[in-house]
């Protein structure tokens, strides 16, 4: 059995939680097994906040934190200054930050591989607004295979049913990031 297991890194009020079930819906929506859950310590507002998905061809038994993830999405790479990702990824695992440009942190990461994307910026093109947690799992579809953009697209409508206009908007931008990883 091979089960993926991906962290989602925010701060709190960024949707870092919202990004886990997305993402586990679209799983679902593939026909594979997924289940999504917070850590919830004293977070407040700005705080790191830690969300974890699990992704299976087979059941998922396993009911704990992830603490070695194959994947971390970084929402906001200012967080990198506080938070030791590298600790928290298995060696060959992946690595993905909302950022400009590769992480000065991150580049002397051994074993491990970097992307980053600038989702902000794709966020407030399509958007209007810096929200970024749904639609970086535009890049983690196309870097990891482990959900399609067509999976996305529907656990974005679910999660968005009574807010087309956001859900379409969301879409958009999600398939933006997802071509853009491909070139």
Known sequence: M???????LGRGGQGAVTSAYVLAKAAFHDGKESQAFPFFGVERRGAPVFSFCRI??????LRQQV??????????????DNVDVIS?????????????????KLKSAKGINIHHVDATNIALKIIGKPF???IMLGAFASISGLVSLNGLKK????????????AKLNKKATET?????KN
């Open 132 to 134: 970024v947690n749904v």
């Open 2 to 8: 091979t089960m993926h297991e991906i962290t989602v």
């Open 88 to 104: 928290r990824v298995k060696e060959g695992g992946t690595v993905i930050v909302n950022s400009t440009h590769a992480p000065d």
């Open 56 to 61: 299976s061809d087979e059941q998922i038994k």
């Open 67 to 80: 603490y070695h993830a194959d994947y971390l999405l970084v929402l906001d790479a200012a967080l990198l």
């Open 155 to 166: 656990a974005i409508d679910e999660m968005f049913a009574s807010k087309p206009e956001v």
């Open 177 to 181: 990031i997802y071509k853009s990883m």
